[in-house]
């Protein structure tokens, strides 16, 4: 038992899949609808200062989200660390798809995750250790929003759930523990 708050936010994302039997596994793009849902570590609403009464303040979710999710994706490209085929075509001039192929395979091992628009063309790219099914990148904003909800709240909120609408009927949910 407890509150709950829910924050959407729209954003246009290409990707593909590239091991997808169907047309998946060409670039293609979606108008992603993401959903966070907080809720109240203690069962209880915040008792005085600026947010008393809520569980988290909207506008504060809404900066995380957009810092998180809407920043480092919206009109970029999501891919896979394994889809070498399309990552390669973005190699910034100078460096070798090999070598830029390693220097994203470190910054992925280190962080969990790439963002640059230092490619070939200037393409924004967002790279994660595994394909950008709405699943996985239900679980992945949950991970990177998670402790930004945590420290927003001062630990009175925790994210419990990311909800990810590839389409208007279609959607994948990450949920806490």
């Known amino acids: 038992m407890g509150f709950t708050v829910t924050r959407q936010i729209g954003i246009d994302a290409g990707h593909r899949i590239a091991s997808h039997g169907s047309k998946c596994r060409h670039l293609h793009g979606h108008r992603y609808l993401v959903e966070a849902c907080c809720r109240t570590a203690s069962g209880d609403l915040r008792a005085d200062g600026e947010q ?18 809407d920043a480092p994706c919206d009109h970029g490209l999501i891919l896979d660390l394994a889809d070498h085929q399309i990552l390669s075509m973005f190699a910034p001039p100078g460096i070798g798809p090999a070598d830029w192929l390693d220097h994203l395979a470190a910054q992925v091992r280190d962080r969990g995750y790439v963002q640059t ?46 909800t990810v609408w590839e389409t208007p009927n279609c959607y994948a949910t990450y949920t806490a523990g």
């Open 117 to 162: 628009a230092d490619t070939a063309l200037g393409q924004k790219l967002y790279v994660i250790p595994y394909p950008p099914t709405a699943e996985w990148l239900a679980r992945h904003w949950f991970e990177r929003l998670a402790p930004a909800i945590t420290a927003r709240s001062d630990g009175l909120a925790v994210l419990d759930r990311v």
């Open 52 to 69: 008393a009464g809520m569980v988290l303040d909207f506008g504060f979710l809404k900066e995380e989200m957009m810092a998180h999710i």
